[in-house]
Every structure is written in structure tokens, then in C-alpha cells.
């Protein structure tokens, strides 16, 4: 998408993450008060993250802290208080069951008109995953234990298609993974940046920027 602002997170909550931190916050430009809205997977337990959220971005210059669970009644004035934030960060969790309800409350469709606007979206994970053209390699391959069950029986794996690369979180190297995802990349017209934990990629218009370690699998070769 044009001019979009877009930050994806592999995740580990890492001293390697405060670079990216940083360019979360750059991205919405010069300003006193900055708001963000935490959107986690489910409403359970979403306190506690949304606590370590306030905690962690309040750092980098964020001021005002909303949340949103999307898994629980979402009116069309929360829809209207969430596109209104600098910065949307969707959080970790089950890719499957995230998107279920992304589409659901309708925030699915809200979030594409937000960085069509000029919104900062970031992705941690499955949110990551989301803001790409589809969640297939959510649960691929099965045998990674950061791999999801689609326990929703989620049908559409249509993602936000805000990018044209599919993202792959908790990146660790090994003969097995590194040939699942090869094999992979053989079946997909996109290119799939792997990340470690720690590293992230941060999209700003036409420029592309991975920071941290990473891998780039596209056409059966491991980049």
C-alpha cells in the first residue's frame, strides 16, 4: 500500500527490541501527545500485557494508552476512538483466532482504511502475520513449536495485504525449518523474511528497512 507506516515485530521482549521501539514512535512524526491503541489476540489476561505495553512505549515518547480486545462487544464508537490513535500496535497471540475476530468486530477492514490515512500500524507476531497478504504460515511448518492450531476453523486466511512480502516470527536456524521453509517459498509469489527474535522490519512508503537478524527465503534458495 502507498506512504503506508508499518512496523512488524518477531518478538522476545529484548533489550534488542528498544531500536525498533524507536522507530515505531519516529514514524508518527514531531508531536507532543502521542496515542496509541493496544489491540491483544483476546480479552484473557490482556491487563497484565497491556500493563507491560504502557510500560514499555511510555520510554519512547507515547502518552496517552488505549486498549482494545476484539473478541469482546466492539461498537462502532470504539471503531471510530481506535483510528483516531498515531499508533496501532496488534499483538501476539493465535494468529487464527486474532483474525477470526479482527474481521468480526469489522476492525479488519477499519485498520486498512487507518494506514491508507496515514496511521502507524505495528504487528507483534500474529499481528505481524495479519498486516501481511495471508496467515498461511501461521501454523507452517507444524512441527515449529511457535507454529498455531487454527482450533476457530478459520476458513478465510486472507490477511490486511498491506505488504508484499509474508512475514515469519521467532526465526531460529536448522536444517529442518530452513528446508520447510524453502520448500515453502516454492509455492508462494512472495518473498518470506524470516526474523529472530529481536529483529523486526519496518516499512515506511516504498522503503523497506529489516532490522536486526534475518533470513530471506524466495524461490526454493535461503537468502
Do not use: W
Not at 65 to 89: N, T
Request: aromatic residues 12%; charged residues 25%; hydrophobic residues 35%.
Amino acid at each position: 500500500m502507498k506512504d503506508c507506516k508499518l512496523v512488524f515485530y518477531s518478538g522476545g521482549q529484548l533489550s534488542k527490541n528498544q531500536h525498533i521501539h524507536k522507530e515505531l514512535v519516529r514514524l508518527v512524526g514531531n508531536k507532543k501527545k502521542i496515542t496509541m491503541t493496544y489491540v491483544p489476540f483476546c480479552h484473557d489476561n490482556h491487563k497484565i500485557f497491556f500493563a507491560r505495553a504502557i510500560k514499555r512505549y511510555a520510554k519512547f515518547g507515547v502518552t496517552d494508552f488505549h486498549c482494545l480486545p476484539v473478541d469482546i462487544h466492539v461498537g462502532p464508537a470504539k471503531i471510530k476512538k481506535l483510528v483516531k490513535s498515531d499508533i496501532i500496535y496488534l499483538a501476539g497471540g493465535n494468529t487464527y483466532y486474532f483474525l477470526k475476530y479482527l474481521r468480526k468486530s469489522k476492525v479488519f477492514h477499519s485498520l486498512r482504511d487507518y494506514v491508507k490515512n496515514g496511521g502507524v500500524l505495528g504487528g507483534l507476531s500474529a499481528g505481524g502475520i495479519i498486516m501481511s497478504p495471508h496467515i498461511e504460515l501461521a501454523g507452517y511448518p507444524s512441527f515449529d513449536h511457535h507454529a498455531d492450531e487454527n482450533e476457530v476453523g478459520l476458513k478465510r486466511k486472507g490477511g490486511l495485504n498491506l505488504v508484499n512480502f509474508e512475514f515469519y516470527p521467532h526465526y531460529t536456524s536448522s536444517p529442518r525449518l530452513d528446508k520447510a521453509l524453502k520448500d515453502y517459498s516454492l509455492q508462494s509469489k512472495y518473498p518470506i523474511i524470516a526474523c529472530h527474535d529481536g529483529s523486526g522490519v519496518v516499512v515506511e512508503g516504498k522503503n523497506r528497512q529489516i532490522l536486526g537478524e534475518f533470513k530471506i527465503f524466495h524461490r526454493g534458495q535461503k537468502i
